[in-house]
């Protein structure tokens, strides 16, 4: 199988409007025919990425590769940089705003998910450039 | 268990039922997005009051088997609108969390 590029724009702003990029990629990933635990890690992997580009760098963009044996995910955003990785990386840290917690986020769940649910991750950060987290998940043979 | 058989085992309000045949594994309550989606399993059926259209996208990615409302909770507009787009079962009930947990467990067992 050759690799796939799929590329999602992250609207900036409307967090009650997050989740259209992850939705499209699981649709995506269902009709490759993909294990169903490997779409459901991705799906939540992505959809914490979006969230976050959301509430912190007013949105950016999502690159996914799928390969013949792991799925690559790029959020990429020109927000402000994380300054503290272990710290963002902590359960329950957050700086989200009241709304993003009106709205049951911003509990400091999400970089720490991604993980979870990822086989590998990386962070690229610089303050006031922006952020680049991409996490991989391998596709059993 | 499929959700169509829970609905009246468990005398379910349906405001949107797109997969009635859903097995329902398990269940899971919570109504913080962020712990759900990191904490409910595959299949489960998702306690929660909170009814905003995010809770559609929260359901799709965590694949679980439908959302019930409990404490009659009903849907916003727009939480209705996005559950028929994503094809996300939503359901409902007047019980409050805790009772219809133990509803659904005694369905499930």
Known sequence: ?141 | MTVQELIPSMELTVFHLAQPERPVAGGYAGDLLSWVISRAGQDCAWLTIMSNQNVAAVALMADVSCIILTEGVQPDADLLRRSREKAVNLLGTSLDTFSAACRLGKALA
């Not at chain 1, 590029?5 to 499209?24: F, N, Q, T, W």
């Not at chain 1, 799906?43 to 799928?66: L, P, R, T």
Request: one cysteine or more.
């Open chain 1, 1 to 141: 199988m050759e690799t796939i590029r799929l590329v999602y724009p992250v609207e900036g702003g409307d967090l009650i409007e997050a989740g259209e990029a992850s939705s499209k990629m699981k649709l995506t990933l269902k009709k490759l025919g993909l294990p169903q635990d490997v779409i459901r890690r991705a799906s939540i992997c992505m959809y914490e990425g979006e969230i976050n580009m959301v509430i912190h760098a007013d949105g950016g963009q999502a690159e996914v590769e799928v390969e013949m044996d792991q799925i690559v995910i790029r959020m990429i955003d020109s927000g402000p940089g994380i300054p503290d990785v272990e710290q963002a990386m902590q359960e329950g840290y957050s700086t989200a705003g009241s709304t993003a917690r009106e709205l049951g986020f911003g509990a400091g769940m999400g970089l720490p998910n991604m993980k979870r649910y990822s086989d590998e991750m990386t962070i690229d950060t610089e303050v006031g450039k922006g952020t680049t987290v991409t996490v991989k998940i391998k596709i059993p043979q």
